[in-house]
């Protein structure tokens, strides 16, 4: 990848160059400490291990308004004549930061990238024209497309869902947007699509058929993978599980709920989830649960590395920081073998208050470091610690014996009653949880 970007355009971060790694010494604030691209960690590079990339939306769309105020941040690219020029400027900044920040991928949503139109030929074609700019920019850059999606979720026409909408017009609509933009993923080499039903759920029980709209939801779903698949579409499609927020209730409520829903309806084939952190939490579980849930089923593919506010019952969508998480995220990951198609994607936003373009720096390489010391833990808690010693001797009572016939499925009820007159009170075990925390700081601390 080029770590400068020159094709003739404005600069839009002017005095900010390609972000280099420095180490633990530096107080450099726009210079990486730990995240070294190239360094070898188990045979595989960190940019191979950790696959990052950029929202688009967040990082180039935000303009930090919330329910309680308009925008603080003002961008140079949002300056242009028309839309599209507008577009047109907003992805030469976001090639400009994405190369001078050395991350290999993004991901959009089609309206992130392309001005939105309720006239479906005037939207095609915005979508088109801005699908050719961004290919420009890859080949120019060696920036990669990790995902695209469609957003059917902020337009009025949405208030009652997409897939699940009770109007049949609505759902025909939220096709069209689909359909779009996994042309749009596939022309650019999307490795990915993902589904995020932000309003596939309800608000009221009491006007919802719910077991019919999950019907319709499986429905969609296959469609949109038949499609992808006859246009030449191999990557993995990703459900993004999510409780609640905008909706009171949504289907897709965390990463069980989700392995179950595709399970039933045949599409765990072609499925898988994309884990954000902020979710899983508002689940009311945390970050390495949902994760390992879901690579348990098999089914774990991508991340939105970000975290919440513990004090907010909200989904704020921080910048990761916090090195448990990213140890325990990065624990899951690799007892599974890696990300294969997916990665991790700072579906994260600077605060309302940081106003700086040198602010989005900052929150990147910090995020960054964050799950690049994650890696350095984890690799070595699998590979230099007792760790995963200690959890095979918890279950050593089934690898062998009457435990290992348990486990085979060869003992019914009765031979596990005989088994327990024979064996007498069980030996209390400790399940010595403070020594795991302890080891996990040792290694942490190093």
């Known amino acids: 990848m080029s770590s400068t970007f020159h094709v003739g355009q404005r600069e839009y971060f002017p005095g900010i160059g390609a972000i280099p790694f420095e180490g633990r010494e530096s107080d450099n604030p726009l210079a990486f400490k730990v995240y070294d691209a190239q360094r070898q960690i188990g045979g595989r590079s960190m940019a191979e291990h950790l696959r990052f990339a950029v929202a688009y939306w967040h990082s180039f769309c935000g303009t930090g308004q919330d329910p309680f105020g308009p925008g603080t941040r003002m961008y140079p690219w949002d300056q242009g004549s028309s839309a599209l020029a507008r577009a047109e400027a907003k992805a030469d900044a976001a090639f400009e930061f994405i190369t001078k920040l050395g991350v290999p991928y993004y991901c959009f949503h089609d309206v992130d990238l392309a ?52 109007d049949f017009a609505v759902v025909a609509r939220a096709a069209v947007q689909v359909r779009a933009a996994l042309d749009a993923t596939v022309a650019l080499g999307g490795q990915n699509y993902v589904f995020w039903g932000g309003r596939e759920g309800y608000a009221c029980l009491l006007n919802t058929d719910m077991k019919r709209e999950q ?73 390495a649960h949902d994760l390992q849930v879901a690579a348990d089923a098999g089914l774990l593919g991508s991340i939105d590395a970000n975290r919440g506010n513990p004090q907010n019952g909200w989904d704020t969508d921080q910048f990761p920081t916090d090195l448990y998480d990213t140890v325990g995220a990065m624990l899951v990951v690799l007892r599974s073998g890696g990300f294969g198609h997916g990665g991790l994607n700072f579906d994260a936003k600077v605060r309302r208050e940081s106003t700086d373009p040198q602010d ?75 020594a795991y925390e302890n080891l996990l700081n040792q290694y942490l601390l190093r």
Request: proline residues 4%; negative net charge; glycine residues 12%.
């Open 360 to 434: 989005l720096f900052m929150a990147h390489i910090g995020g960054m470091d964050a799950f690049a010391r994650g890696l350095e833990v984890a690799h070595a808690l699998i590979e230099r610690s007792p760790l995963e010693g200690w959890r095979a001797e918890r279950y050593a009572s089934f690898d062998s014996g009457a435990g290992a016939a348990f486990a085979r499925g060869e003992l019914g009820l009765e031979a596990l009653c005989e088994h327990a007159l024979v064996a007498g009170e069980p030996t209390v075990r400790s399940g010595r949880q403070e």
């Open 215 to 287: 019907a319709h939801l499986a429905r969609f779903l296959a469609a949109a993978r038949d499609y992808g698949r006859s246009i030449g579409f191999t990557g993995t499609f990703l459900i993004e599980p999510k409780p609640m927020e905008p909706m009171h209730h949504q289907y897709d409520f965390d990463s069980a709920t989700v392995v179950g829903f595709l399970r039933a309806h045949g599409l765990d084939g072609d499925f898988k989830l994309n884990i954000e952190a902020n979710h899983a939490t508002l689940s009311g579980h945390s970050f």
């Open 115 to 166: 001005p939105d139109a309720d006239d479906i030929g005037q939207y095609r074609d915005n979508l088109a024209h801005m699908v050719t700019v961004a290919g420009r920019l890859q080949q120019q850059t060696g920036v990669k497309l990790l995902w695209g999606t469609a957003n059917l979720f902020s337009h009025p026409r949405y208030m009652n869902g997409a897939a699940t909408n009770p």
